[in-house]
C-alpha cells in the first residue's frame, strides 16, 4: 500500500514538472527570441526550438498521465 501512494506521488510530481516545463515552451513559442532586436532567422530558430521542448515535454508527461491513470483504476476497482 505504501509503494502505490509512493508511486503515485512520484507521478503526480512529474507531471506537474512536465506541464511547468510544457507552458514555459508555449510562453517562450508565443514570445519568440528573446534577443533585443531578432531577425526573422532568430525568430524562426527560437520557434522550433519552443515546439521541440513542446514535445519533449508533453510526451513524458502524457506517459505519467496514462501510467497515473491506470495505477488510479487499478486501486479503484480493486
Not at 532586436?37 to 519533449?56: D, R, S
Given at each position: ?34 534577443e533585443a532586436v531578432p ?40
Amino acid at each position: 500500500m505504501m509503494k502505490a501512494k509512493m508511486t503515485r506521488l512520484i507521478l503526480d510530481i512529474l507531471i506537474v514538472f512536465f506541464l511547468l516545463c510544457f507552458a514555459l515552451a508555449l510562453r517562450w513559442y508565443i514570445n519568440g527570441s528573446f534577443e533585443a532586436v531578432p531577425t526573422e532567422e532568430q525568430q524562426g530558430k527560437a520557434q522550433m526550438g519552443a515546439i521541440l521542448f513542446m514535445i519533449m515535454a508533453g510526451i513524458p508527461c502524457i506517459v505519467c498521465t496514462a501510467i497515473r491513470m491506470k495505477k488510479y483504476l487499478k486501486t479503484k476497482v480493486s
